[in-house]
């Protein structure tokens, strides 16, 4: 059964803590993406990867980092100096770029700080 | 600078009847459009597409209308199921995708009433 799978759900961090998403797929897609997702708005980029140990930043990639060592896996370090990190965290891929293929979500990670 | 625009947060409609969702877009750069489904704490789904070449695409119960002239958009629900309720978003890409994103609207909330 294929798909994307974020870890985990929920997740708590600390002030000055940084954390990490998992984003694992199984659809054999080259192309995985995180979004940020705020109350009332829109989804906005933080980092996108077309290939493995490629990645490029997106429209909010500050206070973020992410690694692309295999193709399955698109992880999200949220480090202390994003200094508003509450948010719900969306992973993505798609065959190739946006262009022409949708990308397809995971059912995202709700980060808030205790 | 919001280049995707929703305008409507909310919208209801009556089981069986149709439901028509709009979006506006200022880049005439976009060439391919997408509208996604969200249920509360989970990722979005995607529904449907249109390339920029096209001004309809039909899925079932869903059809994408384009208006490139007008720079707008709309999805077409017939009829409206209760299991339709949902945030949509309208999304946007550029260039086939050579921008590496897409734009996503703040998305329309619709309840469909039995």
């Known amino acids: 059964d294929g798909g994307i799978t974020q870890s985990p759900k929920y997740l708590f961090r600390k002030e000055g803590q940084n954390v990490t998403l998992s984003c694992e797929q199984n659809?054999?897609?080259?192309?995985m993406y995180w979004y940020r997702q705020d109350p009332g708005q829109g989804l906005r980029l933080i980092y996108y990867?077309?290939?493995?140990?490629?990645?490029q930043k997106g429209d909010i990639a500050e206070g973020y980092s992410v690694s692309r060592e295999k193709k399955e896996s698109f992880p999200l370090t949220v480090t202390s100096a994003q200094k508003n990190p509450t948010a719900f965290y969306l992973c993505?891929?798609?065959?190739?770029?946006?262009?022409?293929?949708?990308?397809?979500f995971g059912d995202g990670t709700r980060l808030s700080i205790l | 600078d919001q280049q995707v625009k929703q305008n409507s947060p909310s919208l209801s409609v009556q089981e069986g009847r149709i439901s028509i969702l709009n979006c506006d877009y200022t880049?005439?750069?976009?060439?391919?459009f997408l509208w996604y489904k969200k249920y509360p704490a989970e990722g979005p789904t995607f529904l449907i597409s249109?390339?920029?070449?096209?001004d309809k695409n039909e899925d079932g119960r869903f059809t994408v209308f384009l208006n490139k002239s007008a720079k707008h958009l709309s999805l077409h629900i017939v009829p409206s199921q209760p299991g339709d309720s949902a945030v949509y978003f309208c999304?946007?890409?550029?260039?086939?995708?050579?921008?590496?994103?897409?734009?996503f609207g703040k998305g329309t909330k619709l309840s469909v009433k039995p």
């Open positions: 993505a891929s798609s065959f190739g770029l946006p262009g022409a293929q949708p990308q397809h």
């Open positions: 659809l054999n897609h080259d192309a």
């Open positions: 990867s077309q290939i493995v140990n490629d990645f």
């Open positions: 880049n005439s750069m976009f060439d391919y």
């Open positions: 249109i390339s920029s070449i096209k």
């Open positions: 999304a946007a890409s550029a260039w086939g995708g050579s921008q590496g994103n897409l734009i």
